[in-house]
């Protein structure tokens, strides 16, 4: 690019359709007088309604419909919805139904982390434009996601009865159980996940990432002896501490000009980061041993917690502990007296949170006499993640006005990849416009 433009006061930046994320939105960036003045990632996608598509309908019936709410992570939006309504109707769940619930989870987060890490994320780090591109120089590599994201659908279809919009799911457990034969099946294919993911982070640690750092806020489900999932309480890295029940007690949504998605804030305002950055740096104490170990000798704590371009090896760091809990309960599990437990509906006001791959997904219904539900809200990570991503972009951003177009495209298009947002869920990337005054 020539001198003369780079030192101009005005470029404009314009990307029509950010690659490699799930949805379609806008990102405006507004600088004056080289500061950055708006920030705003505007999600346009059509609302989907399915708050209101669950109205009068029976806690069976929301689980199945909320799981068409993403084709990547419909155990959260499965498990949120029947731990909320288990938590009203106070439902025993037997230990081995919450074993089997554990590693279908396990499996979810298997099939969207490779996705994430290979296909998504990774052709930004080694220059390629796709995970097609890539596959020309590094075949090994695609072939080693493909295998990764094959055990965990293998998990979710197994458990669920598909892998994806699985329909076994149900208030008290499951319609039925895989025998103890069927999950022993999976021994094989997870052990080679969990050499896979191994191998995955001493990839990914021999990246170069942007240099960018900030302190931000972190918030994750946490459990005081395994690594939080759909049980304990939701915290931050600065004392926030409420039940799983009580997301309302610490945190709003809030509509923002120009998006069809719900931002969400803690209640005094500020924005907040979940995922496995938020995770990995909460919950490090909970990690599985191979996997505290793969991120000691990594050396990347420190950057996970404070870049965010470095949510890569946080997700790697995930796969190993998910493969290897996965193993745990394989190597365990009992096929349960019976796939659910019998109960009965109560009238009242329910939350329930879990952790989806990119995030704390919480659900809050109102349920009538007849157990059929009145009112409901579901809150994605995404929504709640919108915050955080326009205030990195706002930060980083005069780090790279300076640089070509195509160059400090790529760069924010991979911080807003860091996030993996999924913007379909979010509705309730990427053309790219910056103005300069």
């Known amino acids: 690019m020539p001198k003369a433009e780079i030192a101009s006061r005005e470029r404009n930046f314009e990307v029509v359709g950010i690659a490699r994320v799930e949805g379609e939105?806008?990102?405006?960036?507004?600088?004056?007088?080289?500061?950055?003045?708006?920030?705003?990632?505007?999600?346009?996608?059509a609302p989907r309604y399915f708050e209101k598509l669950v109205v009068g309908r029976s806690p069976n019936e929301v689980i199945d419909i909320?799981?068409?709410?993403?084709?990547?992570?419909?155990?959260?939006?499965?498990m949120s919805s029947a731990m909320a309504f288990e938590h009203l109707f106070e439902v025993e769940i037997d230990p081995q139904v919450r074993a089997l619930r554990r590693l279908f989870y396990w499996g979810e987060w298997i099939e969207s982390h490779a996705l994430h890490v290979y296909m998504l994320h990774a052709p930004d780090f080694l220059g390629y434009e796709s995970a097609i591109a890539m596959a020309r120089d590094h075949k090994p590599v695609v072939e080693q996601a493909l295998r990764l994201k094959r055990t965990g659908n293998e998990i979710m279809k197994l458990i669920g009865g598909r892998a994806i919009h699985p329909i076994s799911m149900r208030v008290g457990g499951f319609s039925s159980t895989p025998s103890r034969a069927a999950i022993a099946a999976l021994r094989e294919p997870l052990v080679e996940a969990l050499s896979l993911?191994?191998?995955?982070?001493?990839?990914?640690?021999?990246?170069?990432?942007?240099?960018?750092?900030?302190?931000?806020?972190?918030?994750a489900i946490k459990h005081p002896i395994e690594y939080g999932l759909n049980d304990g309480r939701i915290v931050s890295s600065d004392g926030i501490d409420v039940p799983l029940w009580g997301w309302r007690e610490a945190f709003r949504e809030e509509h923002h000009e120009g998006s069809n998605a719900l931002h969400a804030r803690t209640l005094?305002?500020?924005?907040?980061?979940?995922?496995?950055s938020a995770r990995v740096t909460l919950n490090a104490d909970q990690l599985h041993p191979l996997a505290a170990e793969a991120l000691r000798a990594s050396g990347l704590a420190n950057l996970i917690a404070r870049n965010p371009y470095?949510?890569?090896a946080a997700r790697a760091v995930e796969l190993i502990h998910a493969s290897a809990a996965a193993l745990d309960i394989v190597d365990s599990y009992e096929e349960p007296a019976r796939p659910f437990t019998p109960w009965a509906p109560v009238a009242g006001e329910t939350g329930w949170g879990s952790e989806a791959p990119r995030g704390i997904c919480w659900h809050h219904y109102d349920v009538d006499e007849s157990g059929k539900v009145a009112a409901a809200q579901i809150v994605a990570p995404t929504?709640?993640?919108?915050?955080?991503?326009?205030?990195?972009?706002?930060?980083f951003a005069p780090d790279i006005m300076d640089l070509p177009h195509a160059?400090?495209?790529v760069r924010l298009e991979q911080l807003i990849r860091s996030y993996d947002p999924c913007i379909s869920c979010a509705t309730h990337f990427l053309r790219l416009e910056v103005e300069r005054d």
């Open 407 to 409: 160059e400090a495209t």
């Open 310 to 312: 470095w949510s890569i």
């Open 66 to 78: 909320t799981a068409r709410i993403c084709g990547i992570c419909p155990v959260a939006y499965q």
């Open 383 to 395: 929504g709640q993640n919108q915050g955080m991503i326009e205030a990195d972009l706002a930060a």
């Open 268 to 276: 005094d305002g500020r924005v907040y980061q979940l995922g496995p």
């Open 25 to 45: 939105g806008t990102l405006k960036l507004r600088i004056s007088d080289g500061d950055v003045r708006e920030a705003r990632l505007s999600i346009f996608e």
């Open 197 to 219: 993911s191994q191998a995955t982070l001493k990839l990914v640690a021999a990246f170069k990432a942007p240099k960018f750092e900030r302190d931000p806020l972190f918030v």
